[in-house]
């Protein structure tokens, strides 16, 4: 089966600087690891591409269609199909003055960030800094090595991924979805996504890709079921009531036994005998 444009795909990649052979992007955490560019917290597992959607490159979203799901391949995009060509006008002097905080810190490669932008240090010197805001593989040529692993067709599927996309951290299974008559569609939201942080946000998004890419739904629902906690029952220890006379603080070793028992004989006769514990 062949990509077409519009298809639900889960594309495995690397990228890679086509002039230099460094590896910046992948989707196999063993292959990061190996390259030392491995973030915790990331998911390593194929990706969702709705192809077209321009949710990838442009150069890379062009290419997919025509694709043979499960074949490798590998093509190569030039920086007008991908972050674009390097920007001179971007690269500005600063005076050193102004990152006083820092000066002792500042060097090439390093990043800093000036007015809600981040810029990585070209060169210090002369009490200057020059500072380039273009993207780090602008002007870059990429080589991208990929292969879809699947191309989806069930609408369940689509909507599973499209909601994994937005929550990667839980498993997409453990969402609850169901087609009601009349184009409404209801997710359950699973208990340990209730405490994820800008929940509401994610929902919306999740939202807004179900509306495009499924038009005729008319509705959204998301349910959020609180199930009551039973505490479990321990069970009780059984007391033991005794049935013989024990000996105690009060009853003195087996001279007070025997002074006991003689006087459950007494009792028993029907005579009452006292008996008095000799210190």
Known sequence: MNVQRGDFILLDYSMKVKETGELFDTTREEEAKEAKIYRQGTFYEPILVVVGAGWVL????????G????KPFTIEIPPE????PRDPNKIKLFPMRRFKELDRRLQPGMQVEVNGQVAIVR??????????????????????????RKILTDPLEKLRHLIHRRIPSISKEKFGLEMIEGGILRITIPEEAF??????????????????????TKEIIFMERYEKKTPPQTPSTPITVPTTVQASQTLKGSETVEKAQAAEKGQEGGEKKEFIDEP
Request: proline content about 5%.
């Open 195 to 216: 405490l994820l942080e800008g929940l509401q946000i994610i929902k919306r998004g999740i939202a807004s890709d179900i509306e495009r890419f499924f038009p005729d």
């Open 81 to 84: 199909g991908g972050l674009g």
């Open 58 to 65: 442009k150069g890379l979203d062009e290419s997919l269609v």
């Open 67 to 70: 694709m043979e799901e499960g």
């Open 123 to 148: 060169s210090v010197g002369a009490g200057r800094v020059q500072l380039d805001f273009n993207p780090p593989l602008a002007g870059k040529t990429i080589i991208f090595n990929g292969v879809v």
